[in-house]
């Protein structure tokens, strides 16, 4: 079978992450805020304050320098506070702000409009079944670590 760009699963992932990330991305900018920071914040929202920076990496899957790239854009608009470690000074952990914890629900708002657009044309059974196979295709990838 000859592969081609069309059909090509990966292509279509990326041109999705594409038109998601700018849809994100324009909405979020009002806020002063892109993708990649509310992609932080929503992990602070999710599992807790007081993060290490290498915990959120880990989830994020994304290098220590990109992420701390990241917190040094949250810090400066106010979003979030770095704190040293109590019992290991060489450990920051990272803290909501008031301003971060107010944003919650207006990015989740971004969250529900943009997702309604990609399921739009998609029954529920079809979405469904796209993110069994999304999941299923990218635990494949983990494998391959």
Known sequence: ME???EGSISFWIKKMYQKTGHLFNDRLAQYGLTTAQVEVLSLLW???????????HERLCIRPASLTKV?????AGGWVERKQDADDARVNRI???ETGRSIENVCAEILREVERLVRKNLSSEEAAILLML???SESSLEEEK
Not at 71 to 75: E, I, K, P, Q, T
């Open 3 to 5: 592969m081609t760009l």
């Open 46 to 56: 999710s599992h807790g304050d007081g993060q290490t920076q290498k915990e959120l």
């Open 71 to 75: 917190l040094d854009m949250l810090a």
């Open 95 to 97: 803290f909501l702000t």
């Open 134 to 136: 999304l999941k299923k």
